[in-house]
């Protein structure tokens, strides 16, 4: 069966200070992977998505970046910290070539920017 | 308006029935989505509807399709003090890479 697995849980980071959030899939090949932020508790924005190795799209302008160096890692990463990056962040995985297939979610981070 | 809205707070009673609504402005979805998501965790897929179908029941669950006013529901039947959470609904619109997301409706089940 997949799992899809993010560290770490909390994290705690001042302003300024870099960012690396990881998520790994496992028991699928090629997945569609993406990053959601969830501030508040509430609704999720999507950051960014991946349909392969290398291929990264931005869906807004942020401080943040993602990266995909292997076929089920995904990272999310920044070079310097903002107040405004404090949120819940999740990744999801689904299945190659379909928008019409379900997002699976990690247990997500939380970030909180001090 | 928002492509995919639901109402923010729903407070029942345990034992209770729950309805929780959403409307959607795509028509073109094959599949419409139910996530819950409890305190401080990440969404979990609760169960989904095929477009062409108007009503799907898994256990305590009835899942609501109205295709023609867009609207989709959720009803819990003897809801259960954890059943409190946050749910969304999820529609896969025409365009984007991913599902497109409410809101979400914060239940609370009161014992």
């Known amino acids: 069966s997949q799992t899809i697995h993010q560290w770490p849980a909390t994290l705690v980071q001042p302003v300024g200070s870099p960012l690396s959030l990881e998520c790994t899939v496992e028991?699928?090949?090629?997945?569609?992977l993406y990053w959601y932020r969830q501030a508040a508790g509430r609704g999720l924005q999507l950051l960014f998505y991946s349909v392969g190795i290398g291929q990264i799209s931005s869906e807004v302008p942020q401080n943040l970046s993602a990266s995909r160096p292997q076929d089920r890692q995904f990272i999310l990463s920044s070079k310097k910290l903002l107040l405004s990056d404090s949120g819940f962040y999740l990744c999801?995985?689904?299945?190659?070539?379909?928008?019409?297939?379900?997002?699976?979610f990690g247990n997500g981070t939380r970030l909180t920017v001090t | 308006g928002e492509d995919v809205e639901q109402s923010l707070f729903l407070s029942v009673r345990e034992g209770d029935s729950s309805v929780i609504n959403c409307t959607y402005t795509?028509?073109?979805?094959?599949?419409l989505y139910w996530y819950k998501q409890e305190p401080g965790a990440g969404l979990q897929l609760l169960t989904y509807?095929?477009?062409?179908?108007d009503m799907k029941q898994d256990q305590r669950l009835t899942v609501l399709l109205n295709k023609k006013d867009k609207h989709l529901s959720l009803r819990i039947a003897d809801t259960q003090t954890g059943d409190s959470a946050i749910y969304f609904c999820?529609?896969?619109?025409?365009?984007?890479?991913?599902?497109?997301f409410g809101s979400g409706t914060r239940l609370q089940v009161q014992p």
């Open positions: 028991g699928t090949s090629n997945p569609n």
């Open positions: 999801a995985w689904s299945i190659t070539g379909s928008v019409n297939s379900p997002l699976h």
């Open positions: 795509d028509s073109s979805s094959t599949y």
């Open positions: 509807i095929f477009s062409n179908m």
């Open positions: 999820a529609d896969p619109h025409t365009g984007r890479r991913a599902l497109t």
